[in-house]
């Protein structure tokens, strides 16, 4: 079965501070996407990810790719409140051409 | 100008009623996708077309039918709506299925459907 898993569905953090969230899927690909999605709104796209070590960031955001582990990770440096929104990391497996999406994480930043 | 379009943005219907969302693309795009979005924020896609040919098609009921007049439309035909077709229904596009393509899929804002 193609599965995306992400951890945590919920996390609220401090301004300043540092986190990881992590996107685990159950067979080979290596094709990940990393969306924002704001209250209400579309999505956004943030990274594409196309190969086993890829590692892209923008301002506050990394994100990175292990094919191996079958786990990408986006990490938060700093976080400051305007990164509140859902993060849906997304895999494109091989044998479906479809974008299959994780649970998404929430992220609350606290002042 | 917008990349992704879809109207309506918002639908309130009864039961049983059909209805047609649109969407548009000024993107170039070859490939068209459908996605719905329940209220727990799960997003699942039920369709996908590229130059107009039906791709993906998930496990959706029959009722929904998407229609692609061309590669930068695709619409979504929902028949005798029902109670759970309530959600955050999403068109996307991509340059191609290609396995080269790099492209990410790109959203429209959303369509916004309430069945009472």
């Known amino acids: 079965e193609l599965k995306v898993e992400q951890n945590p569905l919920f996390l609220s953090m401090q301004e300043g501070k540092n986190y990881t969230i992590y996107c685990n899927y159950s067979?080979?690909?290596?094709?990940l996407y990393w969306y924002r999605q704001d209250p209400g709104k579309s999505l956004e796209s943030l990274f594409v990810?196309?190969?086993?070590?890829a590692v892209k960031q923008e301002g506050r955001l990394m994100a990175s790719l292990d094919t191996k582990a079958r786990l990408s990770t986006l990490h938060i440096t700093a976080a400051v409140h305007d990164l509140s929104a859902t993060y849906f990391c997304?895999?494109?497996?091989?044998?479906?051409?479809?974008?299959?999406f994780g649970t998404g994480t929430l992220l609350a930043v606290q002042p | 100008d917008t990349a992704v379009s879809q109207t309506p943005k918002y639908l309130v219907t009864q039961m049983g009623n059909d209805k047609s969302i649109k969407c548009e693309q000024n993107?170039?795009?070859?490939?068209m996708y459908w996605y719905k979005q329940d209220s727990k924020k799960f997003l699942k896609i039920m369709f996908s077309?590229?130059?107009?040919?039906?791709?993906i098609n998930e496990t959706v009921p029959n009722r929904f039918s998407p229609k692609s007049p061309d590669k930068a439309h695709l619409n979504l035909h929902i028949n005798s709506l029902e109670l759970g077709d309530s959600a955050v229904y999403f068109c996307?596009?991509?340059?191609?299925?290609?396995?080269?393509?790099?492209?990410?899929?790109?959203f429209g804002p959303g369509t916004r459907l309430l069945v009472l």
């Open positions: 996307a596009s991509s340059q191609d299925l290609a396995r080269e393509a790099q492209e990410t899929q790109y």
């Open positions: 067979t080979t690909s290596d094709r």
């Open positions: 990810l196309l190969s086993n070590g």
């Open positions: 997304a895999v494109d497996f091989f044998t479906t051409n479809k974008l299959i």
């Open positions: 993107l170039g795009h070859d490939t």
């Open positions: 077309y590229n130059n107009k040919e039906l791709i």
